[in-house]
Nanobody, 117 residues
Framework: QLQLVESGGGLVQPGGSLRLSCAAS????????MDWYRQAPGKQRELIAS???????VYADSVDGRFTISRDNAKGSMFLHMNSLKPEDTAVYYC???????????WGQGTQVTVSS
């Protein structure tokens, strides 16, 4: 089993920055891929960034070049550094982890990011 808790959300002005954190507890040694998703009001949840255990990253076009995903395998932590934030980045941000070998998926409760002047 795995528990995930996000933190770091808040209100930021356009052009600003935020760093989101995701802290995992439980069987952190079993974590393989970790992801950040977001869901804006009235929209489907979308995958915005992924990172493998080895550190390979993939980004959605909408955030590529502005957001950076990273992780600390020893601590079971993941981060999302968000720069040049835009109003359209406003959403609830969720962390997600897949575990090996079952491929079960675990989700955090989400953290709100609001980009507004």
């Amino acid at each position: 089993q795995l528990q995930l808790v996000e933190s770091g959300g808040g209100l930021v002005q356009p052009g600003g920055s935020l760093r989101l954190s995701c802290a995992a507890s439980g069987n952190i040694a079993s974590i393989s891929v970790m992801d950040w998703y977001r869901q804006a009001p009235g929209k489907q949840r979308e995958l915005i960034a992924s990172i493998t255990y080895g550190g390979t990253t993939v980004y959605a076009d909408s955030v590529d070049g502005r957001f950076t995903i990273s992780r600390d395998n020893a601590k079971g932590s993941m981060f999302l550094h968000m720069n040049s934030l835009k109003p359209e980045d406003t959403a609830v941000y969720y962390c997600c982890a897949d575990v090996y070998p079952s491929a079960a998926r675990f989700w955090g409760q989400g953290t709100q990011v609001t980009v507004s002047s």
